[in-house]
């Protein structure tokens, strides 16, 4: 069953601006992932995030966990045109799979 | 980071014939692997989890004689999709956990196999 819903489900910005990217989640976690997934290809993990961690960075990533509220945000800053891409949350509930979100497409024009 | 190599990346096929997908961990072992299935524009939707040298555990509504999981020695697991039908058009991925990263940590995926059926 899915876990996570992500808004939104689509998103169109120009090269340079920030990607803002929203996952919610409805069980107890132990950590939290985002993946990337470029159009008819595998997925490519970007970062995770410990359910007792509350933001991380990794480049141009950053990510916030908000357990209380069961959500989490992924903004992508100074966006390129390269990182046109479908993004995924996805849950480690202590299951060995992961269960993802519904993803959001992100467009980003030259 | 670890290397999870899938094949074919596409194939086409009649209804009524049987396809193989294969997943291989090239650089670590892995003792499970798992299976999502996605439609276009959607999300990955766990089919089952692979584990070597015993039975697959499948999810819920996902039919184990249709999909039948292979996974007989650390480094392969197979997915074969049986009697394919039209329906069973759609990508097909595979993943595994790191050597490194037991039973948490990132999964590593392959590239996916299309299949489509005619």
């Known amino acids: 069953s899915q876990q996570g819903e992500e808004d939104p489900q689509a998103l169109s910005i120009q090269e340079g601006e920030n990607a803002t990217m929203n996952c919610s989640y409805k069980?107890?976690?132990?950590?939290l992932q985002w993946y990337r997934q470029n159009s008819g290809r595998g997925l490519v993990h970007l970062i995770l995030?410990?359910?007792?961690?509350r933001e991380k960075h990794s480049g141009r990533l950053r990510v916030t966990l908000d357990t209380s509220k069961k959500s989490s945000s992924l903004l992508i800053t100074a966006s390129r045109a390269a990182d046109t891409a479908s993004y995924f949350c996805a849950t480690d509930t202590g299951r060995r799979a992961l269960t993802f979100g519904s993803g959001t497409r992100l467009q980003v024009q030259p | 980071g670890a290397v999870v190599s899938q094949h074919p990346s596409r194939v086409i096929c009649k209804s009524g014939t049987s396809v193989k997908i294969e997943c291989r961990s090239l650089d670590f072992q892995a003792t499970t692997m798992f299976w999502y299935r996605q439609f276009p524009k959607q999300s990955l939707m766990l089919m089952a989890t692979s584990n070597e040298g015993s039975k697959a555990t499948y999810e819920q509504g996902v039919e184990k004689d249709k999909f039948l999981i292979n996974h007989a020695s650390l480094t392969l697991s197979t997915l074969t999709v049986t009697s394919a039908h039209p329906e069973d058009s759609s990508f097909y991925i595979c993943s595994a956990r790191g050597g490194t990263s037991g039973n948490t940590g990132e999964l590593f995926f392959g590239e996916g196999s299309r299949l489509t059926v005619l």
């Open positions: 069980t107890s976690i132990n950590n």
């Open positions: 995030i410990r359910s007792n961690e």
